[in-house]
């Protein structure tokens, strides 16, 4: 059964063999002893990653974590999302993160095989009854392609009445945007957890990429702070931590639900984070650290 962890974390399911095994045998050990509560696998626009995904999910749990893969339609029909979901069972997997997903790129648009998530979330219920824990995606910022904000909300109540556990947001840098998300949805009558997804600033160029296609704001003081220290990247992984400590610690201040870390299969700064936000204590001596220091020696 799954236990109540400190925060939870996402990992993509790595395409070479050297990703692997740095994921299995570097970042997973470092970052075991945050106890997180399930780690995720994403899964690739239209089932691209569907093999790698579902290998990931199993190495992961034979290290014995709890694990969640994403998973979405795609140009799937329910025969093989079906057989997906039984595979999943059979390997003992007992949390999902239901997604309507995007359409690969360059390759059509998303509405040639459009399956809403709360209809995934209705097939999942439908064919696995309470099986499995789900968690929905939710857009502080609100989803790129939505109506309105009210729209927006409106389906994210549509998911979890379809029959998910729980939301998991977008990553934001405006915590207003989250606290306001929050009162509109418990005005909009939601009262299932909505678990805050924090990015950390691991590569800036990269991060203004997906952040442009996804709709997340970067504000402009960062994206000035940033400028500042382009030819400095110590000091720009340096003020990266600190605003995402800071975005971290003024939600676990608030009661946030636990957060849900997008590691992008990097062991640091995660670590560095949770030490500042306290869900690593003491000093540097824990299993993890070790784990750090025997793949960088
Ligand atoms: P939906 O909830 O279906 O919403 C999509 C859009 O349609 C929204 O604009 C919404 O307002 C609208 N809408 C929703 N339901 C309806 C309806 N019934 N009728 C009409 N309009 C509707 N992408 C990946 O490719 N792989 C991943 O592993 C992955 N993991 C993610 C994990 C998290 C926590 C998050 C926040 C996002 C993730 N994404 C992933 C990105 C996600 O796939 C995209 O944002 C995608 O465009 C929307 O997926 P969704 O499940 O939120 O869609």
């Excluded at 691209?48 to 014995?64: K, N, P, Q, Y």
């Excluded at 140009?75 to 979901?85: A, I, Q, S, V, Y």
């Excluded at 064919?127 to 009210?150: L, R």
Aim: charged share 20%; hydrophobic share 40%; glycine share 8%.
């Amino acid at each position: 059964m799954a236990t109540e962890g400190s925060c939870s974390l996402e990992f993509f399911p790595p395409k070479t063999n050297a990703g692997r095994e740095k994921l299995l045998n570097e970042t997973l050990p470092a970052l075991a002893d945050l106890n997180p509560e399930y780690c995720s696998i994403t899964y690739g626009a239209g089932g691209s990653t569907r093999d790698t995904t579902v290998a990931t999910v199993a190495a992961i749990a034979d290290a014995g974590q709890d694990v969640a893969p994403h998973l979405s339609f795609g140009t799937d029909n329910r025969e093989t999302m079906k057989g997906l979901l039984e595979e999943y069972q059979q390997q003992g997997v007992q949390r999902l993160v239901a997604l309507r997903g995007d359409a690969p790129a360059g390759d059509g648009t998303p509405e040639k095989s459009c399956v809403y998530a709360n209809e995934l979330v209705s097939f999942i219920r439908e064919t696995t009854g309470d099986h499995f824990n789900i968690k929905v995606a939710a857009y502080p910022e609100i989803h790129p392609e939505a109506v309105s904000y009210s729209h927006d909300v409106h389906f994210l109540k549509a998911k979890l009445d379809a029959g998910a556990d729980a939301a998991v947001t977008q990553y934001f840098f405006n915590v207003e945007s989250y606290f306001y998300f929050m009162d509109r949805c418990a005005a909009a009558g939601i009262t299932q957890p909505i678990h805050p997804g924090i990015m950390p600033m691991t590569n800036f160029a990269n991060l203004m990429r997906f952040s442009t296609a996804c709709g997340a704001e970067v504000p402009r003081w960062i994206r000035q702070r940033m400028a500042d220290f382009a030819e400095d990247p110590d000091s720009a992984y340096k003020f990266g931590i600190e605003v995402v400590s800071q975005l971290c610690s003024t939600l676990i201040d608030s009661g946030a639900p636990p957060i849900h870390f997008y590691t992008m299969n990097q062991a640091e700064p995660m670590r560095t984070i949770a030490r500042n936000i306290g869900l690593l204590k003491g000093g540097d001596n824990h299993a993890g650290d070790q784990a750090l220091q025997r793949s960088v020696a």
